[in-house]
């Protein structure tokens, strides 16, 4: 089994180096780090967790709570956060929770009595509670994808309020004037962004906004599929829906289709996350692209930072959503 000083003399660097590679601390060129890590990679080096969480009180070990993995926006942004936490040495324990306050809690409470050295959230947290106490316990705390501006966490997420106001642009071009809206649950701050830019878009093209439009799902494809029947069944159905997630949006598509309505001749469908099922779906979807990539890098970059002790003030990091479109949409009465 290859030991530090095999990595040291196969890299032509020093002891000393190797360690601040394994431990991320000390000032190092990305060149010289690149380099150590290919040579652990290529002798298939593994730094000792135990001596190191007992030394140091580190396992290397981040946790990533989930509300849901079979929503491939989730699952990309837990691929995203395995790989970077991959290339800084760390392990990734994932968590599904439901959207369940006891299993955020219990799963919240495990990662910490196993010294996870931090956490990454990807859910609504309903409880704020239990947040607070781990930071007062100290626990390094990162959020992805959502906002908890009443918090001190680092945060890195998209601009919803502008996604669900370049969503509803692009269909008012288009000439649709009775665009509904599903959303999830109007409680989490990213959906209440979204409809809040939905509704901007409308107001500036003098087209009123109508609360019966507004239709909260729960965020499975069934669960959109369902609701986006409800608002079809009205006599007067709205001739594009904007979904605030590409499952609920898919669902509309087949809704529609059930109904023996044209999508986008008779209904047009907007989603947001640009997962690989908008791309595959027939008609492929026109989505608000979030830069999954880019988020699960930063998050992990940010919470890296805050165990090694290199940061104290924390970041919120807006990235700028973007239009993707498909053949989902069309003009209106074209």
Same mark, same amino acid.
């Given at each position: 089994?290859?030991?530090?000083?095999?990595?040291?003399?196969?890299?032509?660097?020093?002891?000393?180096? %190797?360690?601040? %590679?394994?431990?991320?601390?000390? $000032?190092?060129?990305?060149?010289? $780090?690149?380099? &150590?890590?290919?040579?652990?990679?290529?002798?298939?080096?593994?730094?000792?967790? &135990?001596?190191?969480?007992?030394?140091?009180?580190? #396992?290397?070990?981040?946790?990533?709570?989930?509300?849901?993995?079979?929503?491939?926006?989730?699952?990309?942004?837990?691929?995203? &956060?395995?790989?970077?936490?991959?290339?800084?040495?760390?392990?990734?324990?994932?968590?599904?929770?439901?959207?369940?306050?006891?299993?955020?809690?219990?799963?919240?409470?495990?990662?910490?009595?196993?010294?996870?050295?931090?956490?990454?959230?990807? #859910?609504?947290?309903?409880?704020?509670?239990?947040?607070?106490?781990?930071?007062?316990?100290?626990?390094?705390?990162?959020?992805?994808? $959502?906002?908890?501006? =009443?918090?001190?966490?680092?945060?890195?997420?998209?601009?919803?309020?502008?996604?669900?106001?370049?969503?509803?642009?692009?269909?008012?071009?288009?000439?649709?004037?009775?665009?509904? %809206?599903?959303?999830?649950?109007?409680?989490?701050?990213?959906?209440?962004?979204?409809?809040? +830019?939905?509704?901007?878009?409308?107001?500036?093209?003098?087209?009123?906004?109508?609360?019966?439009?507004?239709?909260?799902?729960?965020?499975?494809?069934?669960?959109?599929?369902?609701?986006?029947?409800?608002?079809?069944?009205?006599?007067?159905?709205?001739?594009?829906?904007?979904?605030?997630?590409?499952?609920?949006?898919?669902?509309?598509?087949?809704?529609?289709?059930?109904? +023996?309505?044209?999508?986008?001749?008779?209904?047009?469908?907007?989603?947001?996350?640009?997962?690989?099922?908008?791309?595959?779906?027939?008609?492929?979807?026109?989505?608000?692209?979030?830069?999954?990539?880019?988020?699960? $890098?930063? &998050?992990?970059?940010?919470?890296?930072?805050?165990?090694?002790?290199?940061?104290? =003030?924390?970041?919120?990091?807006?990235?700028?959503?973007?239009?993707?479109?498909?053949?989902? #949409?069309?003009?209106?009465?074209?």
């Amino acid at each position: 089994m290859a030991t530090i000083y095999d990595i040291a003399k196969e890299a032509g660097v020093s002891i000393a180096t %190797v360690s601040k %590679v394994i431990n991320q601390t000390g $000032r190092i060129s990305d060149k010289t $780090r690149q380099h &150590v890590m290919e040579v652990m990679k290529r002798l298939n080096y593994q730094p000792s967790v &135990v001596a190191s969480a007992l030394t140091k009180k580190r #396992t290397y070990t981040i946790g990533l709570l989930v509300p849901d993995l079979a929503n491939p926006f989730f699952a990309e942004i837990a691929r995203s &956060v395995e790989d970077r936490a991959h290339e800084l040495g760390y392990n990734l324990v994932i968590c599904n929770t439901d959207n369940d306050l006891n299993k955020e809690e219990r799963y919240t409470n495990l990662l910490r009595q196993k010294s996870a050295d931090g956490i990454i959230l990807a #859910t609504g947290v309903r409880s704020s509670a239990s947040l607070k106490k781990l930071l007062q316990q100290k626990q390094a705390i990162a959020v992805i994808a $959502r906002d908890m501006p =009443a918090l001190a966490v680092d945060t890195v997420l998209v601009d919803d309020f502008l996604g669900g106001y370049l969503a509803a642009s692009h269909l008012l071009e288009l000439g649709h004037r009775h665009i509904a %809206v599903i959303s999830e649950d109007l409680e989490v701050m990213s959906s209440r962004d979204r409809v809040r +830019g939905y509704r901007q878009a409308l107001e500036e093209a003098d087209v009123p906004f109508e609360e019966k439009w507004v239709r909260v799902s729960a965020f499975q494809l069934q669960d959109g599929k369902e609701t986006a029947g409800r608002l079809l069944d009205e006599p007067d159905r709205p001739t594009a829906i904007f979904a605030c997630n590409d499952l609920l949006a898919i669902g509309a598509i087949q809704a529609a289709r059930e109904r +023996g309505l044209a999508v986008p001749r008779d209904l047009s469908v907007v989603g947001f996350d640009n997962t690989v099922l908008a791309g595959i779906i027939d008609p492929p979807l026109t989505t608000i692209a979030q830069p999954i990539q880019e988020m699960g $890098r930063q &998050v992990v970059n940010l919470i890296s930072q805050e165990i090694n002790g290199e940061k104290n =003030a924390k970041q919120r990091v807006v990235l700028v959503p973007e239009l993707v479109v498909r053949e989902s #949409t069309g003009q209106w009465g074209a």
